[in-house]
């Protein structure tokens, strides 16, 4: 009786660990699907230069786990991200802090964060640091708290470093290759 139990517990588990992934791949396939129309939506006004437009697309192609492969581009979203930000858009400059510390997913995608852990993330926490404070500035107030404890991490040549670059005593480095290298 014993074994039967332990038998059925085990069928159990190994049930709703299907009936999850079921669900996530789901959930995966309806962000995606959402994700290419809100770039759809936008691309023609960021395009033209609209930064809240760009701001979405660069969000909405936010980020590859697999370069190359898939919907989801990293350098590309940067990019976008990198012209609303040009252009003094808090948000973007939030999210390029995000992405730069290795925070590169947003929302219940399941999948995708265990993708992550298991594949790890690249990160330049000066840039990052730098891209939070300069967020912090243009009144985004989610951005103080992860500049602060990237703050606490960091050397005192990182934070001289991400101090000028945040408030542009120094170039503040923005698309994907220039701060992490070529792909």
Same mark, same amino acid.
């Given at each position: +009786?014993?074994?039967? *139990? @332990? !038998? #059925?517990?085990?069928? %159990?588990?190994?049930? !709703?660990?299907? =009936?999850?992934?079921?669900?996530?791949?789901?959930?995966?396939?309806?962000?995606?699907?959402?994700?290419?129309?809100?770039?759809?939506?936008?691309? /023609?006004?960021?395009?033209?230069?609209?930064?809240?437009?760009?701001?979405?697309?660069? &969000?909405? =192609?936010?980020? #590859? =786990?697999?370069?190359?492969?898939?919907?989801?581009?990293?350098?590309?979203?940067?990019?976008?991200?990198? *012209?609303? %930000?040009?252009?003094?858009?808090?948000?973007?400059? =939030? &999210?390029?802090?995000?992405?730069?510390?290795?925070?590169?997913? #947003?929302?219940?995608?399941? !999948?995708? @964060?265990?993708?992550?852990?298991? /594949?790890?993330?690249?990160?330049? +926490?000066?840039?990052?640091?730098?891209? $939070? @404070? *300069?967020?912090? #500035? $243009?009144?985004?107030?989610?951005?103080?708290?992860? %500049?602060?404890?990237?703050? /606490?991490?960091?050397? %005192?040549?990182? @934070? /001289?470093?991400?101090?000028? +670059?945040?408030?542009? *005593?120094?170039?503040?480095?923005?698309?994907?290759?220039?701060?992490?290298?070529?792909?």
């Amino acid at each position: +009786m014993n074994v039967l *139990r @332990r !038998l #059925s517990g085990a069928l %159990a588990a190994a049930a !709703l660990l299907t =009936l999850a992934g079921c669900v996530g791949a789901v959930t995966e396939g309806a962000n995606i699907a959402k994700d290419k129309v809100v770039v759809s939506n936008n691309i /023609a006004a960021a395009q033209a230069g609209n930064a809240e437009a760009q701001y979405k697309v660069g &969000k909405a =192609l936010c980020c #590859s =786990l697999n370069e190359g492969e898939g919907f989801y581009d990293t350098p590309k979203s940067v990019g976008w991200l990198c *012209r609303a %930000a040009a252009q003094r858009h808090g948000p973007a400059a =939030l &999210k390029l802090g995000e992405i730069y510390s290795g925070d590169t997913i #947003s929302g219940a995608r399941v !999948l995708r @964060r265990v993708a992550a852990g298991v /594949a790890g993330s690249t990160t330049n +926490m000066t840039v990052a640091y730098a891209w $939070l @404070r *300069r967020a912090d #500035s $243009l009144n985004v107030v989610e951005a103080r708290g992860p %500049a602060n404890e990237i703050w /606490a991490e960091l050397t %005192a040549a990182e @934070r /001289a470093d991400g101090e000028a +670059m945040a408030l542009g *005593r120094k170039e503040l480095p923005c698309e994907w290759g220039a701060v992490v290298g070529p792909g």
